[in-house]
Structures are given as structure tokens and as C-alpha cells.
């Protein structure tokens, strides 16, 4: 396969400078190590849609980065970079545009610095959550990585795409948690943010600003730069983590129950990352519900708001919601927030409380087994078991894709949101879960994630894709965003930003095309795409 | 019977060609990789007790049938929800040593 809109000519050239760069062994063109490339997880797995590349090189250095990128922006070659390429769900190590090489940055894996005193990392795109962990472990330094579910995915990669972990707010986002990058620009310049920019400053990893406009978001879901390096804020290891659960009692409860764990969160009293669930209605991390619950749920007319369902919960004593509220700190303290944290959700009539785990940290072995890992910075690939064979799901599927839109943090769109999205379920033929509750990883706004299987059968994967579609439709149409997308999807949720004729979108595109005005990097990337391209793939 | 043969020529092959430093080095790809999903009770080695119910072991490490090509295929293809190593990730080299390690085992090849 060629490059689209590069001739034999000049693609062979291109590749022969490429192996003088990283040396042949490390430039990638038989068909059998470019398929190494594809998306795992692709919903356009075996069809001619599916995105694959023309080749990959990998470079070790960034002087090597540099000479790659000069050779793709002198032939005019889409290259598309990847870090550890473990962005599974959400779009892997494919391009965007089918005929990219991929640039494959997993040599690049050297933790550059780590400092116990300023609590911070510095590190390249190659390194894993599992390298800088053992890194860390190793030399017994009292640093916590956040750690998003999958545990190989790179720092750099995950927090450029926007992941999340676990730990206190400001790590468990992954981007805000960055301080300072070096970015390979189109034309092969090197260019460092923040106090990187002032040379001699030995400050990269503690002040995040330097001077002038601060452009490190513009590198994060785009394609106006390859990433080198990137500093990180790391968080001291607590003394100790406590968990309390609340439960109240009625369905109308979850509006306030929720705003006072808003305010605990924002005032910085619960510092973990909450958990919301319903005893009654069972699901996620609880057990499934009754059966007479479910007959409720399913009947013409029934659904969580119905009176009959209210009443069996009042009947039985079973509470409507429950919170999990999580805390990091000295034992002393995290016991007294607990304390005040429950006299906050006193303020609803009938709550309960439950005091939850009690850890003195570092984790002893037998309690290293026990626990959700990421909670406490330690990387896993645990979350692999959805999707996976076991037994009690005998056909595994080929890997999952997520729908995850950004949702108003209140019970009111809670539930509005599972009445759209189920009702959107029942219209295309999805499964309909009996109810939904958002993920917590961010502080202000609530994620609902919705995880679609991939399969290997055309039938089903294009069903699902349409499906998709439409909810990325139907989100819109009700103010909700997604955070993240796959590259099938990523035009269909740029073109719901929509504000003003695009304007956010046409911003975008006079930016590329002044930092890459050939349009060499990853071409399509997040709804992005270079101007003799524009126009033809959404 | 010619596959049996073709196999057990495959398995001798690659054990009797595996010395300790390549056994070892093939441990530590092992550990690196593999583990952390193909370790005790995680979903790599759930989903193999769930797929063969007792008749192989679910912990690769516990195989006694693997030999070479297996190990090779299955890395560099993947199998449902794994995906397949680059050779960024596994080297040529590094596959060679942890397809032997998981072929040490393999009591065809010690005959």
C-alpha cells in the first residue's frame, strides 16, 4: 500500500531516508509487520474501510524523531505517532488515514528524571504505567503514579488522549496532571512548553505556565505535533485510605445526594474517586437485582421511576442510592472528613452509613491482592476480564469500543440520561441495562460509559456502528459531548461541536495549517484534517 | 500421525536448541508481557481454565504442550480480547526466548 497522493518514487526515497535515520531493522514494510499495526479493537475489522498503515519506524532517539519527520514533511508522507500503541477501545496503534506510516515511539522509553522531593516525573512516550511503577518500586521512592485501568499504556499517550486513573483530582486526570512538554513540530523544529522554553530553568516539571499564551492543550487529541517528553506531578504516598458508604432511601433522593457529594469533592474533603450505585436496582460492583425488580423494570410502563418499584423498595428497606466516598490522607484526618462527611448527607432524611475499607499504607502483600489496584497507583491489566473468556461468559468477544459522553454532574441528568440512552437502546436493538450510574473520574462533570462489543462478523460490527452513530447523535441533541472517541467516530463528534459555524473546528484547521501546512501529522485525528484532505473524509 | 510427528520435530527442535541464557531471557520476557495478564487469576488465565476446563492448565507457565510456533502465532496475531505484540514490544530475539521458555516444559520435546 502507498501513501494516499505519494508515488512509488518518492515513498521507496522516503523509506530509504527513514532507515538511514533508525537503521533498517527498525523500518517496518512487509505486509506481515504492518499488520502489526492494526486496531485490535477496529469496528471496521476486516472491511475496506478499516484504517491500516503503509509501513512504521520506529525511532529511539528524538534527533531520530526529527530527521523522520523532515524525510515524511520533504515527500509529503502522513505519518501518524504512537506511544506504547495500547489505546485499545479507543482507536490503538491504526491511523487515522489509511496509507500513514505509523511513527512508533515505544522505543522511546527512558524515565528521564523522577523526583521524590518536587514529586514529579519526566519521561518519554515509550514508557509504560508498568515501567515508571517498577521504577518507582524499586527504589522505594514514596510517589504515587494515577493509573488508568489498563496498566501498559503510556503516561504521555493516555494523558494526550485525556485519560483518567483513580487517584486524588488532580492526578486521576491525566492531562491537568502534566507539567511541561518537548514537541517535534512538522517542519523537524524542537519545541519545549513552559519553563522548558527558558533554557537553564530547572523548574520544567513545577511550573506548567512559563510565559506567554500556554499551548500544551493544543497538543492533546490533535495532530499539531509529535510528543518527546512530558513532565508529570506525581502524588506523595498518603499515610492511609478510608472508604464510607452512605446509603438513602428514595428514588428522589439521588439529586441531593449527589449535590452533597459535589460539594465534598469540590471543597476538597473527599479526595478519592467516588462510587455510585442502587441496592435495589443492583448492577456495577453490587449484586444483580431481584428478580421481581427486574420483571418491574422490564414491564410495559415500568422503569426506575415507576411507583410500583418505589414502593417494593420502601416495602423491603432497601435504600434507592448509595455513594462511596473515598479518602487519602492521615489517618486522623481522612477518619474526621468521614465523620464530617456524614454529617453533610445526614441533611437527607433516612441515610445510613457504613464504614468501608481502612488501609495503613504502603499495602501489605495479602491486601495487594484484595484490592481495586488502581486506587492505589498500582498498574494492572485486570480490566481485560471484560470482554475476556470466563466462566460465565463462554464466547468472548474481539475487544470493546466506548461511548462515553460528558454528562451534567446532577441526579436530574442522571436520570434523563438513562431514560435517552435506554430508550435509544430499545429503538436500535441494543441491550438495555436496567439503569446506569456515571463514572466519577473527573470533578465537575459526570461520564457515562458504554462499552460496545467488537466482533469479527461485518454484520454486527456495521450494526453497531450505526448505532453509534446515532448516539453520538442523540447526546448531542441533548447538550452531551463525548470526552474521547475512537477514529471511526471522531468526525461524527467533532461535527457536534458545532457552535457558530464550527467555529471551534475552523480554528483548529487555520492552526494546522500554519504548524503543518502539508499535513503530514496524523491527518483525520480528532475530526483535524489537513487542507488538500478537508472535505473528504467526514 | 504426520501432524503428531511434524509437531514433535517442531517441539524438539526449538527445546533442544534453547540454552539456559536464552531460557532465562526468555522468563524475563515472560514476566515482563506476560504476567500481567496470563498471571494466577488474572483474565488471561481465566479465560484458558474457562476455555479447556481442567484438561490443559490455565497458567501458561504450566503448559506442557506448547511449542514454538503456538507461542508465536498467538503473540503476534492475538486471540479475542489480546491484542498482538509489535516488535517494538517483542523483538524477534525476545519472542524466539519466550517461545522456548514456554516450550520447556513440553515433555514431547525431552524424549
Known amino acids: 500500500m502507498l501513501p494516499p497522493g505519494v508515488n512509488q518514487k518518492d515513498f521507496s526515497d522516503a523509506l530509504k531516508q527513514f532507515e538511514e535515520a533508525v537503521g533498517k531493522e527498525w523500518v517496518f514494510t512487509s505486509d506481515e509487520d504492518v499488520a502489526l499495526y492494526r486496531d485490535a479493537y477496529s469496528p471496521f475489522w476486516g472491511e475496506p474501510e478499516e484504517r491500516v498503515a503503509s509501513a512504521a519506524v520506529a525511532p ?79 527504589r522505594k521512592l514514596k510517589v504515587w503514579v494515577d493509573v488508568p485501568d489498563p496498566g501498559w499504556g503510556s503516561p504521555v499517550g493516555n494523558s494526550l488522549d485525556h485519560g483518567g486513573g483513580y487517584l486524588q483530582p488532580m492526578y486521576r486526570n491525566h492531562f491537568d496532571s ?33 510565559f506567554g ?7 492533546s487529541q490533535s495532530n499539531f505535533g509529535v510528543v518527546t517528553k512530558m513532565g508529570f506531578w506525581l502524588m506523595p504516598e498518603p499515610d492511609a485510605y ?39 436496582l443492583g448492577g456495577f460492583m453490587m449484586p444483580p437485582p431481584a428478580p421481581e425488580v427486574t420483571a418491574m423494570l422490564s414491564k410495559p410502563g415500568g422503569g426506575v421511576d415507576s411507583p410500583e418499584l418505589h414502593q417494593y423498595a420502601r416495602d423491603k428497606g432497601i435504600p434507592f442510592w448509595s455513594c462511596t466516598v473515598k479518602f487519602y490522607g492521615p489517618a486522623k484526618a481522612i477518619r474526621a472528613e468521614w465523620e464530617y462527611a456524614q454529617e453533610k448527607f445526614s441533611a437527607i432524611a433516612g441515610a ?69 440512552f435506554s430508550q435509544a437502546a430499545r429503538d436500535f436493538g441494543l441491550p438495555v441495562l436496567s439503569f446506569s450510574l456515571p463514572s466519577t473520574y473527573w470533578m465537575r462533570a459526570f461520564i457515562f460509559i458504554f462499552g460496545f ?40 463528534v467533532m461535527d457536534t461541536y458545532s457552535f457558530n459555524n464550527h467555529a471551534l473546528l475552523r480554528f483548529h484547521e487555520t492552526v494546522k495549517d500554519a504548524v503543518d501546512p502539508n499535513g503530514i501529522i496524523s491527518a483525520g485525528r480528532y475530526g483535524i484534517w489537513p487542507k488538500h484532505l478537508r472535505g473528504t473524509k467526514a | 500421525m504426520k501432524c503428531i510427528l511434524f509437531i514433535w520435530a ?5 527445546a533442544f536448541g534453547a540454552d539456559q541464557a536464552t531460557l532465562q531471557k526468555g522468563e524475563k520476557v515472560y514476566a515482563y508481557w506476560c504476567t500481567p495478564c496470563h498471571g494466577p487469576g488474572l483474565p488471561g488465565t481465566v479465560a484458558l481454565g474457562a476455555k479447556y476446563k481442567g484438561a490443559k492448565p490455565a ?28 516488535k517494538t514490544e517483542i523483538s524477534d530475539a525476545d519472542l524466539d526466548a519466550l517461545a522456548a521458555y514456554l516450550a520447556r516444559n513440553n515433555k514431547v520435546a525431552k524424549r
Open chain 1, 242 to 280: 478510608l472508604t464510607g458508604t452512605v446509603t438513602v432511601p428514595r428514588y428522589e433522593d439521588l439529586t441531593q445526594m449527589i449535590d452533597i457529594l459535589t460539594l465534598l469533592e469540590n471543597s476538597g474533603i473527599s479526595n478519592g474517586m467516588p462510587g455510585l450505585g442502587s441496592p435495589v
Open chain 2, 10 to 14: 517442531l517441539a524438539a527442535v526449538y
Open chain 1, 60 to 138: 529511539n532517539t528524538v534527533e531520530e524523531v526529527q530527521a523522520v519527520v523532515r524525510t515524511a514533511n520533504e515527500y509529503k508522507i502522513p505519518i501518524y505517532p504512537i506511544s506504547t500503541g495500547r489505546n485499545l477501545g479507543y482507536g490503538g496503534s491504526a491511523p487515522n488515514l489509511s496509507g500513514s506510516v505509523v511513527l512508533d515511539l515505544k522505543r522511546m522509553n527512558r524515565i528521564l528524571d523522577v523526583s521524590e522531593r518536587n514529586h514529579s516525573a519526566l519521561v518519554e512516550p515509550g514508557v509504560s504505567y508498568f515501567d515508571l511503577y517498577r521504577y518507582i518500586y524499586d
Open chain 1, 453 to 492: 462489543p467488537i466482533t469479527h462478523d461485518i454484520a454486527t460490527n456495521k450494526k453497531n456502528r450505526e448505532s453509534f452513530k446515532k448516539l453520538i447523535q442523540i447526546a448531542a441533541e441533548h447538550g452531551w459531548g463525548e470526552y474521547r472517541t475512537a477514529p471511526a467516530y471522531q468526525d461524527a
Open chain 1, 213 to 219: 499564551p500556554w499551548i500544551d492543550g493544543m497538543f
Open chain 1, 178 to 210: 502534566h507539567c511541561g512538554m518537548e514537541v517535534v513540530l512538522a517542519n523537524g523544529d524542537l519545541l519545549r512548553t513552559g519553563m522548558g522554553a527558558l533554557p537553564g530553568a530547572k523548574t520544567w516539571q513545577q511550573y506548567k505556565f512559563g
Open chain 1, 352 to 420: 445510613k452509613f457504613k464504614d468501608g475499607e481502612f488501609y495503613k499504607l504502603p499495602l501489605t502483600p495479602d491486601q495487594f491482592d484484595k484490592v481495586h489496584k488502581p486506587e492505589f497507583g498500582l498498574p494492572s491489566l485486570e480490566t481485560f476480564s471484560i470482554g475476556a473468556r470466563s466462566p460465565t461468559n463462554p464466547n468472548p468477544t474481539n475487544g470493546h469500543i466506548w461511548f462515553s459522553p460528558i454528562i451534567p454532574r446532577t441526579g436530574e441528568a442522571v436520570l434523563e440520561a438513562n431514560k435517552v
Open chain 2, 59 to 86: 497458567l501458561l507457565v504450566d503448559r506442557t504442550d506448547l511449542i514454538p510456533p503456538v507461542t508465536k502465532t498467538f503473540v503476534r496475531k492475538g486471540v479475542s480480547v489480546m491484542p498482538p505484540f509489535r
